[in-house]
């Protein structure tokens, strides 16, 4: 008898997208072992690039966004036949919660795009929906699992979980379990969520490649580098970071800032780097494609992160692989990856004065030609990329994936798949 192939639809809010890799490596690595995975996408899928993997699996992709007449007759008729298997969800939107007339409104909307979910994938044999973040397309694909009578699962990153919640009580109650990418995220959603079951629950770390980069460790012949990466979105609070450059202008370092990423509030910022007579130290780069990233990671002294909300950030895994110097805020997972004075520096959210004078004392260091700060500084630097090749790496992280996500998803039949596999969380 032909043993049956695990089949997961796996959706995010936008699919391919650049800024989001490691949504299209967790696919490629549940086909590596047997399992028949079927990306969605909310949106319209982002710009793919040069990468031909990327590029087919966007060809693939079920978009929620290019839906045809024939679709929203079929998902009318399935909320009218298996209403009944959404009352609960309908009931908890309109008449309980604090969210706003808006919120719930959205929520109705969404309800006909889960049915539309639905409809794209009912024939293809699914078993279980599978949802990157928390936000929107976890309440599509929540809907859609119950339309189709299948279990389903989301990973919840930060601000999808700290800013963002609408909803989750729901979410979370409902799911088969919930992936979260660091231990501060499980114990808040423990914290504020203490209806959920703690055992479905688990940490699943993201990672980054490991390969080693030599690069120069002296800063005494160029000037002191600033490098940030991220989109442009208020969250990111770049303008922070600009600010702060105004005061290093005012103390006399001479310097370069480098801003990495699109975004809407980039014309915010030009207003903020015109108005400090910022443009010569202050560069707004726009988005930069992976391979022209290196070269900036190796021109910079010190990579900064100056977000309010953050999961545990790839930029700093990268940076700190590639053996840099990195500062980032005292938040949320953070601290599972930085470890202050060891292999990187923390600072207060928020505190400017602080943000800038651990940056004039790195500055001080890095320019030094004392042997005792120059080997502090080397140790630190390797401490850093240890950290991330030891607790980081994506090869290693993505086998615990896998063996996590099959095991937590499977069934007898599908044993095949996970003969050997240990549930491990990370």
């Given at each position: 008898?032909?043993?049956?192939?695990?089949?997961?639809?796996?959706?995010?809010?936008?699919?391919?997208a650049?800024?989001?890799?490691?949504?299209?490596?967790?696919?490629e690595?549940?086909?590596?072992?047997g399992?028949?995975?079927i990306?969605?996408?909310?949106?319209?899928?982002?710009?793919?690039?040069?990468h031909?993997?990327?590029r087919?699996?966007a060809?693939?992709t079920?978009?929620?966004?290019q839906?045809?007449v024939?679709?929203?007759?079929?998902?009318v008729a399935?909320?009218?036949?298996?209403?009944?298997?959404?009352?609960?969800?309908l009931?908890?939107?309109?008449?309980?919660?604090?969210?706003?007339?808006?919120?719930?409104?959205?929520?109705?909307?969404?309800?006909?795009?889960?049915?539309?979910?639905?409809?794209?994938?009912?024939?293809?044999?699914?078993?279980?929906?599978?949802?990157?973040?928390?936000?929107?397309?976890?309440?599509v694909?929540?809907i859609?699992?119950?339309?189709?009578?299948?279990?389903?699962?989301?990973t919840?990153?930060?601000?999808?979980?700290?800013?963002?919640?609408?909803?989750l009580?729901?979410?979370?109650?409902n799911?088969?379990?919930c992936l979260?990418i660091?231990?501060?995220?499980?114990?808040?959603?423990l914290?504020?969520?203490?209806g959920?079951?703690?055992?479905?629950?688990?940490?699943?770390?993201?990672g980054?490649?490991?390969?080693?980069?030599?690069f120069?460790?002296?800063?005494?012949s160029?000037?002191?580098?600033?490098?940030?990466?991220?989109?442009?979105?208020?969250?990111?609070?770049?303008?922070?970071?600009?600010?702060?450059?105004?005061?290093?202008?005012?103390c006399?370092?001479?310097?370069?800032?480098?801003?990495?990423?699109?975004?809407?509030?980039?014309?915010?910022l030009?207003?903020?780097?015109?108005?400090?007579?910022?443009?010569?130290c202050?560069?707004l780069?726009?988005?930069v494609?992976r391979?022209k990233?290196?070269?900036?990671?190796?021109?910079?002294?010190?990579?900064?992160?100056?977000?309010r909300?953050?999961?545990?950030?790839?930029?700093?895994?990268?940076a700190?692989?590639?053996e840099?110097i990195v500062?980032?805020?005292?938040i949320?997972?953070?601290p599972?990856?930085?470890l202050?004075?060891?292999?990187?520096?923390?600072?207060?959210?928020?505190?400017?004065?602080?943000?800038?004078q651990?940056?004039?004392?790195l500055?001080?260091?890095?320019c030094?030609k004392?042997?005792?700060?120059?080997?502090r500084?080397?140790?630190?630097?390797?401490?850093?990329?240890?950290?991330?090749v030891?607790?980081?790496?994506?090869a290693?992280?993505?086998?615990?994936?896998?063996?996590?996500?099959?095991?937590?998803?499977?069934?007898?039949d599908?044993?095949?798949?996970?003969?050997?596999?240990?549930?491990?969380?990370?």
């Open positions: 008898m032909k043993r049956p192939v695990l089949t997961i639809a796996y959706l995010a809010n936008q699919f391919p650049a800024v989001e890799g490691y949504v299209g490596e967790e696919i690595e549940l086909r590596r072992r399992a028949k995975v990306p969605g996408s909310v949106r319209r899928p982002g710009s793919t690039g040069s031909s993997q990327n087919s699996l060809e693939e079920v978009c929620l966004r839906i045809r024939r679709t929203l007759v079929r998902a399935l909320i009218l036949t298996r209403g009944e298997r959404i009352s609960d969800i009931k908890r939107v309109l008449f309980r919660g604090n969210e706003g007339p808006w919120i719930r409104l959205k929520a109705l909307l969404h309800v006909g795009l889960g049915a539309c979910y639905a409809v794209r994938l009912e024939n293809r044999g699914v078993h279980h929906i599978h949802i990157h973040h928390g936000y929107f397309g976890s309440f694909g929540m859609a699992a119950r339309f189709l009578g299948i279990s389903y699962s989301v919840l990153h930060g601000s999808d979980l700290l800013l963002h919640s609408a909803y009580d729901l979410k979370l109650g799911c088969r379990f979260t660091s231990e501060y995220n499980r114990r808040y959603i914290e504020h969520f203490p959920v079951d703690a055992t479905k629950i688990h940490v699943s770390r993201l980054v490649e490991t390969v080693f980069c030599q120069s460790e002296s800063n005494a160029r000037q002191f580098t600033i490098l940030a990466v991220g989109r442009l979105h208020a969250v990111k609070d770049h303008a922070f970071l600009v600010r702060a450059c105004a005061r290093l202008r005012d006399e370092v001479p310097f370069n800032c480098l801003i990495a990423g699109e975004g809407p509030e980039r014309r915010n030009e207003v903020i780097i015109g108005r400090h007579g910022l443009q010569n202050v560069a780069l726009g988005h494609n391979e990233m290196d070269s900036l990671y190796e021109t910079a002294d010190l990579v900064v992160l100056t977000s909300s953050e999961g545990i950030p790839l930029v700093l895994m990268e700190m692989a590639r840099k500062m980032a805020p005292e949320t997972g953070i599972e990856l930085i202050p004075g060891r292999n990187g520096f923390l600072y207060k959210a928020g505190e400017m004065e602080e943000f800038v651990r940056i004039l004392f500055h001080a260091l890095m030094t004392n042997a005792v700060s120059f080997g500084l080397k140790w630190i630097r390797h401490a850093a990329r240890l950290q991330v030891n607790n980081f790496g994506r290693n992280n993505l086998t615990h994936f896998g063996d996590s996500f099959l095991q937590l998803v499977a069934k007898p599908w044993s095949h798949l996970h003969e050997n596999f240990v549930l491990q969380q990370i």
